[in-house]
């Protein structure tokens, strides 16, 4: 029975030894640095940037997800602003807040179908682009998002958003507002087309509340949920370049 207490120490330090690549190297007097496998850092930020991902599509898409956040809502195009303050200083102060209200609306909806679009870009990451999210900047997720998968949003979201902008009747009252600013003599005419607009803000929105989501779980130990993202950022917290 002695014996067999005796063998469980060393049993357990095998077992956690094998979870963990052979380590780079050993301290002469400190303890062996245990390096975590690339399967596991790969996993690892997969599982980090699908939660963030997810949190943030869910938070966006709901009601007032948009319209509710100061930081993401969307307002009239810098190049209407100017057409919004006349509409509200001739009495169409209500239009004005139905276009912003219909806009951000056009958002929300748009976010439900954010989710499968970025856990596509997950699946094709490179083990290069692992490491150099794990261990870049705070914000290296969130760079690369924006660097690979702008392009692809913007075609695969700007339908839905028209779609969206139409089914809450944001194409409607932005067209209403131009057609009445573009009746006052010697303006510059406004654009009545909102879809690209919309759809490049909605994508904004997503990236900020993802950047916000990976600082969260870079800085916050209490973000990392599971046993693997523990483990796996705290071997990056100790590596960062």
Request: glycine share 4%; charged share 20%.
């Amino acid at each position: 029975m002695k014996k067999a207490l005796l063998l469980i120490p060393a049993l357990i330090l095998t077992f956690t030894l094998s979870s963990y690549d052979t380590p780079s190297h050993t301290a002469k007097a400190g303890p062996i640095q245990l390096i975590p496998s690339s399967l596991d850092m790969g996993n690892a930020l997969k599982q980090a940037l699908q939660i963030g991902t997810a949190k943030s599509s869910d938070q966006l898409s709901a009601v007032n997800g948009y319209f509710g956040n100061a930081a993401v809502k969307i307002l009239f195009p810098p190049q209407a602003q100017k057409a919004e303050k006349t509409l509200r200083s001739i009495g169409l102060g209500k239009l004005c807040d139905k276009v912003i209200l219909s806009l951000n609306r056009a958002a929300e909806d748009a976010a439900k179908q954010a989710k499968p679009i970025f856990i596509s870009a997950i699946k094709h990451m490179t083990l290069q682009d692992v490491t150099n999210i794990l261990l870049g900047s705070q914000d290296a997720a969130t760079q690369y998002f924006k660097r690979t998968t702008t392009d692809q949003l913007t075609v695969t979201f700007k339908p839905i958003v028209k779609g969206s902008l139409d089914k809450v009747n944001a194409t409607k009252y932005y067209g209403q507002a131009a057609d009445e600013y573009n009746k006052i003599p010697f303006v510059s005419k406004m654009n009545p087309d909102i879809d690209a607009y919309v759809t490049q803000k909605a994508i904004d929105g997503l990236f900020y509340e993802i950047a916000l989501e990976e600082l969260n779980i870079r800085k916050n130990i209490g973000a990392r949920s599971t046993p693997l993202l523990q483990k796996v950022f705290a071997f990056a917290d100790k590596n960062k370049k």
